[in-house]
């Protein structure tokens, strides 16, 4: 059996863990039934090794509980940027890396025979052609080297930007690398800038902040690429049963949304099979891989520009595309005088919606979306200021009169159970 | 072209920075990565890079016992396509201009003229994020961006005239500690110390969208600062506890929704609950009382008492305006 790694080859798998010990903060082994045991302990193992000072263990009967407790408004560094500096390699891709920028940092450029000589004359290492071809062509992509072809023969420089150099030169780059290396999206490219260069943020700190979505980012730059090149997806979902094998969707990406009060992020697109737009959270999507060239992208994109101002959040209801939507409207009762403001708070938080002043002290939010529903979350922070639904749906309406009743009793309220 | 690259990677970073160094001693290698290595590193990293048999051969043992790197120069630190890319998209963002000069942005852009952005803006669309988001591009509020961020820097002791959430305005003496940007809000703020007679009166948070002038008083603020006694200082003195039940999903989403938060969760077996602990500011009370009633029935709110007794009577008001004030 092999021994425990630091380092990981699948993103995937880790990510799976590293959710499940972070947002759900009370995992035990037993929870993870569809994995071996062995897989746990690893997982768990390197989880505890990324995020050191955030772990917390409690016993339990059912076992000892492991999970992530982190104040991310007050740190620096989001810790699980660790989980994409774990990637394994092997000897020759260290050896490699070091010994080619060694080799080409004279500013010259080389044959793939001279730097395979100079590797066995000068550093004593024998590498074969197609393992520094290889390695070559990697790091061109990568952007490390820079390929030049002259006849037939290529030739192999140095990039010639330096990390350090940029950040001596450009005054006050330091400072917006910090920043937005914490801050979205792809904060994690931002810190290996820094960390490459040795610099630690100690000027900014991120309120609200859902760390969670930098172990996404991976996904992310794949289905950016589909939507420059109008392009569908392929997806496949994480299963939540041993050896259950995901169902591959296809959809064509028109956005990323991002919710910044509910922490969730999705792919909004349009789904061919369904023929509707949707959206899918980028948490539960495991793979992304590129299908084909979408002839119909330019006409799709313009519905979707169309039919995304009439979504309070991310969801395009339940309707096809053309359906009718009734409006739900929502009052609220305010003292003008002395509550100037919660009208403030429904002007910054309406969205697309719209908020008249209709009597005296009386407040109506009129949203006409495809999702009623979706505004009930956001309605109820409004507690002890609703004066009347009206419109949406009546399973919404009753749903929510429903629900204040049971949180009345809740807190201690004397409910009639004859009001209806 | 990958963010999960080994280029990026602990190891290679740890090995750069050994590399740094024509010759190095084992202590200096265990050093740097207890240091800069993830916890267990310590176990199994040492033995690749000191000469053992199973090491990468980047260093060599010489006659003095001493590790000598078989490169000739330090390591170039490259700029990778993915970094420049990433840095390109960050130039279209409208809050580079509170770091970088206008003429700073204008050679930068041109050194990146070829390469292509990681992300467009409009890739990305924020749902729900506020309305009333600070203007990144008002010039007023870049200058005093721009005195906030180098008063955080050196410790600068300010005198900053701004107007408070209520409307009043306000005037004192600060030294700003550190700067926050909330997303959600589009804000920035500066977490501060109010000074008087130099010494620290009490903490507060500045927005930077408020403030009319910052004026540097020439001196700076030498006593040591602990951001984690500033930040425990803010805190609540107990936690929120919450019963959180599974109807509609509701684990998944609270426990989605309060990631930002400390939290502490204990399971419930045989109800299948689960009762959590939640650590906020006290400043932000009202934000997580909300957050919570959003909730609706799905949640409860054990304690303390106070929190649980404002619910309270919102709901009492809100069943009230429903149903009459005869049926309470």
């Not at chain 1, 995901?246 to 990323?256: D, K, T």
Request: net charge neutral.
């Amino acid at each position: 059996m092999a021994g425990f790694s630091e380092l990981i080859k699948n993103f995937d798998k880790t990510r799976e863990y590293v959710r499940d010990f972070f947002i759900y903060g009370c995992k035990v082994r037993s929870d993870f039934d569809k994995k071996s045991v062995r897989t746990y302990d690893d997982e768990k193992r390197r989880v505890e090794s990324w995020m050191q000072d955030y772990m917390r263990y409690d016993d339990s009967i059912k076992g000892r509980h492991v999970s992530i407790s982190v104040d991310s408004g007050h740190i620096s560094e989001n810790p699980l940027y660790n989980a994409y500096y774990s990637k394994s390699f092997t000897d020759n891709d260290i050896k490699l890396h070091f010994l080619l920028i060694d080799i080409l940092q004279d500013g010259k450029i080389r044959t793939l025979r001279e730097l395979t000589d100079t590797l066995n004359n000068e550093y004593e290492q024998l590498f074969d052609d197609q393992t520094v071809r290889n390695k070559l062509k990697e790091y061109a992509e990568e952007g490390i080297i820079v390929v030049q072809k002259r006849g037939k023969t290529m030739y192999y420089s140095l990039s010639p930007t330096r990390i350090d150099e940029y950040i001596q030169k450009y005054n006050g780059l330091s400072d917006a690398v910090k920043f937005f290396s914490e801050a979205p999206d792809f904060g994690v490219i931002g810190n290996s800038i820094m960390k490459a260069v040795g610099i630690r943020n100690d000027l900014f700190h991120i309120k609200h902040n859902y760390m969670i979505h930098s172990l996404e980012d991976i996904l992310v730059p794949e289905i950016l690429k589909a939507i420059d090149d109008k392009c569908s997806i392929i997806i496949k979902k994480f299963t939540w049963k041993k050896d259950e094998e995901p169902a591959e969707e296809i959809i064509i990406p028109m956005q990323i949304l991002v919710s910044v009060q509910t922490g969730r992020r999705y792919i909004a697109g349009y789904v061919p099979k369904t023929r509707r737009f949707s959206t899918y959270r980028l948490d539960r999507i495991k793979f992304i891989k590129r299908n084909i060239v979408c002839t119909d992208y330019d006409r799709l994109r313009e519905r979707y520009e169309v039919n995304i101002h009439r979504c309070f959040g991310v969801s395009f209801g339940d309707r096809r595309e053309s359906g009718n939507v009734n409006a739900i409207k929502i009052t609220f009762t305010v003292d003008e005088k002395k509550e100037l403001y919660v009208i403030e708070r429904l002007e910054r938080e309406k969205r697309c919606a719209v908020v008249e002043k209709t009597g005296d002290g009386l407040y109506t939010l009129t949203a006409d979306v495809f999702d009623p529903n979706e505004i009930m979350h956001w309605a109820k922070t409004f507690i002890g200021r609703i004066v009347s639904i009206d419109g949406g749906t009546e399973k919404i309406r009753l749903r929510f009169y429903n629900d204040i009743r049971r949180m009345y009793r809740m807190y201690g309220g004397e409910d009639d159970e004859h009001i209806q | 072209m990958n963010i999960f690259s080994e280029i990026y990677g602990t190891y290679f970073r740890i090995a750069a920075k050994l590399l740094e160094n024509e010759v190095i001693d084992e202590k200096t290698v265990r050093e740097t990565v207890l240091r800069d290595g993830f916890r267990d590193s310590i176990l199994f990293l040492p033995q690749k890079l000191i000469p053992s048999g199973e090491d990468w051969g980047l260093f060599k043992r010489d006659n003095n016992n001493m590790l000598r790197r078989i490169t000739k120069k330090a390591p170039e630190k490259v700029l990778t396509k993915l970094q420049n890319m990433w840095l390109k998209s960050k130039l279209s963002d409208p809050r580079i201009r509170l770091f970088l000069e206008d003429n700073t942005i204008t050679e930068l852009e041109a050194e990146l003229a070829d390469i292509k952005p990681l992300y467009r803006h409009e890739h990305f669309k924020l749902t729900d994020r506020y309305a009333d988001h600070d203007d990144y591009s008002d010039e007023k509020y870049i200058a005093n961006f721009h005195e906030a961020l180098d008063a955080v820097k050196k410790r600068k002791i300010v005198d900053i005239s701004f107007t408070s959430g209520h409307g009043k305005h306000v005037s004192g003496r600060f030294v700003m500690l550190k700067i926050e940007f909330s997303p959600k809000n589009g804000k920035f703020r500066a977490y501060c110390y109010k000074l008087s007679n130099d010494k620290i009166k009490n903490s507060g948070l500045i927005n930077i969208g408020r403030i009319d002038k910052i004026t540097d008083t020439g001196r700076i603020f030498r006593t040591p600062v602990s951001m984690d006694n500033y930040f425990s200082s803010r805190k609540c003195s107990t936690p929120a506890v919450i019963r959180v039940t599974n109807e509609r999903n509701g684990v998944e989403r609270f426990m989605l929704e309060f990631a930002p938060y400390a939290k502490h969760t204990v399971r419930d077996l045989e109800k299948n609950e689960y009762v959590v602990e939640l650590w906020y500011d006290e400043q932000d009370e009202t934000e997580v009382l909300i957050m919570l009633l959003s909730f609706g029935p799905v949640i409860e709110i054990l304690g303390p008492e106070k929190l649980r007794s404002q619910a309270k009577e919102r709901l009492d008001r809100q069943y009230e305006l429903l149903y009459g004030k005869n049926a309470q």
